[in-house]
C-alpha cells in the first residue's frame, strides 16, 4: 500500500495539506509522496521506508481472517513497498494494539504467520511495540535498501514506455467477495482465498525490473485504474491501456461469470493484488526475465484511455 | 519510551514470547531489546530506528489534551528514543487512525504541534499513512544514526559507575494529577501541565553523554524505578540508589506537598519525564559538559537498593 501520496481528494488532499504544513526535507532526500520515503546512506546506498497501519473494521473483520493470515498480510504489504521501489527488504517493525478479545494464542499465531511470510525475503523483525486497547490496529514499518540513485519512482514514466504488470489482476478482490458473501462452495474460494489474505510481494521481480531500467512502478493496492494515476500525475503523462490485455486466472473469471461480475472492472479496480505495476522501453523490456504482462502505452499528454471499453474506471477511493 | 524490550512480567512477558519465535537477526544487527534497533551502514555509521504506538483511551483521553499538544508529545517521546541511544534523528514516519469527531482541524493543528517540536531537531516528517476507525491511534516510527559501535545501550553498565539523570524527576506525574483531578487553580499547574504533555527530548545531551563515554543509557518513561531495572538487567549488575539526590523541581515539592503526596515516590515512579537515564564512570563523567544528577552507583550482584527509603519502588507496569 502506498505511503502518504499525493492526490486531490479524500485521505490524499488531507496528507497534501499535511506536507504544505510540513519543514521541507533535506537535500536527497524524498520525502511524502511514493511507495517508500528514499534517504541516502553514504555507501552508495539509499536506505528505503514505507509504513501501513491496519484496523480492525476498516481493513480487516476479525472473524473473517485467521490471525495466521492477517500477520502474513500485514508483512506482506508492507515488504510489497520495498519491491515497489526496485529494494531488497531488511527488515520490519510492528506495533501491536491488542484488544482483549485478541488472546494471547491469536498473538502467538499472528506472529507465526508474519515470520513465514517475512522469512521468505530474509526481513527479521527488529523492533516494535505493544499496547492494550479497544480495537486491535497493526501498524508495520519496513525498512529496506537498494543502490544509490537506483530506487524506481512513480515520477520516471516517459512517453512511449510500455506499461506492464507481473501476474493475473483481480483474484484478491474476487476472493474478498466470495469471503464477504460466504460461498466457501465456490470450486475456486481456496485459491481465491488465498490470492486475497496471503499475498506473496515481487521482491525478485522488483528488483529485477528496476535492474532492466524501469522508468517507474509502484505495487497494486487500490488497483490498477487508482494506482496508474499515481504514475501519471507523478510523471506529467498519459496512458492507454488495452482492456482485453488485462492478464486474469481462469479460477478468477470463472468465479466472476458465476457471480455475474464483471472480471475486467474487478481486476482494474478491485485492488490489493500486490502484483506490481510498471512502466519500461521496449529495449529495456527485452531484457527482463520475470513473468510480465504488457496492458498498455505512456502517452504524452495528460488523458487515460481505456481502449475495449466504453467506460472509465476509478480505484479504491480511501476515505 | 522503550521498543519491545525484555523482562518478564505484562507486556514484556509477550514480547520475549514474539522475540522468541522470530528468525535470528543478521550479524551486526541489534534487534529487539533496547530502545531502538541498531543497523550497521557500511560508511563508519549506524542506522537507529524506533517505533511507538500511541492509543486513545490507553496513553491519552482526548478531552484533556489539546491537539497540538498530542502532535508535540508523540513526536517528542518517539526523538527521545533516539536520544536515548545517543544518536542523531534523521526523520519520521507518521501513521493516523483518524476517528469521525477528530476533525480535520484538529489532524492540522496535531501536525503544526508534532512539526514543531521536530523541527527543533531538524527531524522531518518523511511519510506514513492515514486512515479511517474508531479510536485515535497514532504510530511514530523515527530514524536516526550515530557513529558505528557508538550506540549507548542498555547492557553497559560496569560495577563502580555512576548513575546519573539529566534533569528533575517527577514534574510530568505530578502534571498528570493535576490534570486529572482538574486542579488548574494550582499555582505550578501550568509549569507541570507543560512538563506533562511538551516534553523535550535531550538529543543534545544525549549525544554528549554518548561522547563523553557513557555505559549505559535509556530514556525515563516508565520511571526510574522501572527503567533502571531494564539496565541492570541488560548488564547483569545491581545499583544504589540515594532517594535523597534524587532531583526535583521546587513546583513539584510544593504541589506534591499540597495534594499530600510522597515526591520522592513521583520522581522515581511516575514516569514520563524524558530526561536520561545514564552510567558513566567517575572519570568520563568530569568530561561531560551538559545538566547531569548523579543519583546512586552501579553495584556487583544483582540487588537494587533504595538508600534513604524504607520501601521498594516499582514503575509503571503496561499491562
Known sequence: MPTISDSTRGEFALIEKIRNLSAPVPEGVLGIGDDCAVLPQKDGLQSLVSCDLLVEGEHFVLDRISPRELGWKSAAVNISDIAAMGGRPRGTFLSLCLPEKFS?????????????????????LLGGDTTRGKLLCINVTVLGECPAGRAVLRSGARSGDLICVTGPLGDSATGLELILSDRSSDPNYQYLKERHYLPVPRVGE????????????MDISDGVASDLRHILKASSVGAEVDCGAIPM???MQKTCASLGLDPV??????GEDYELLFTIGEQELKRLDVEH???????????????????????????
Open 104 to 124: 494471547e494464542a491469536d498473538v502467538l499465531e499472528f506472529i507465526e504467520g508474519y515470520n513465514a511470510l517475512s522469512s521468505r525475503f530474509s526481513c527479521p
Open 206 to 217: 522488483g528488483m529485477a525490473i528496476a535492474k532492466a531500467g524501469a522508468g517507474a512502478m
Open 249 to 251: 486466472s481462469t479460477q
Open 265 to 270: 472492472e474487478k481486476a482494474l479496480c478491485g
Open 293 to 319: 504482462y504488457v496492458i498498455g502505452r505512456i502517452t504524452a499528454g495528460n488523458s487515460l484511455v481505456w481502449k475495449g471499453s466504453d467506460r472509465d474506471y476509478l480505484g479504491f477511493r480511501h476515505f
